[in-house]
Nanobody
């Protein structure tokens, strides 16, 4: 019903910036929230932040507050994750996810890899 495709991941130097995109298609009118998650090698998946699909309100994990910003282009069905002041510990595969409720992430993208060198 909903398809998500992430893009924008690459190698970046510590202290640098990067913007990831999550393009949604299908029945996007059924979505309530879009979240960003990340998973580092041999680590558990970690919540990064989320945005209300229609209203645009956001919530972030403490580890990224002040450095990461989630936004959306509602007309283009695209959600962005703007990352600044990147650290080595930000290295991970980043995923976007969406669903009909605040905690219901039914649809997931394939992920995009971010590597921060130091």
């Amino acid at each position: 019903q909903v398809q998500l495709v992430e893009s924008g991941g690459r190698l970046v130097q510590a202290g640098g910036s990067l913007r990831l995109s999550c393009a949604a298609s299908g029945r996007t009118s059924s979505l309530f929230a879009v979240g960003w998650f990340r998973q580092a090698p041999e680590k558990a998946r970690e919540f990064v932040g989320r945005i209300n699909w229609s209203a645009g309100s956001t919530y972030y994990a403490d580890s990224v507050k002040g450095r990461f910003t989630i936004s959306r282009d509602y007309a283009q069905n695209t959600v962005y994750l703007q990352m600044i002041k990147l650290k080595a510990e930000d290295t991970a595969v980043y995923y976007c996810a969406a669903g009909p409720g605040q905690y219901d992430y039914l649809y997931w993208g394939q992920g995009t890899k971010v590597t921060v060198s130091s």
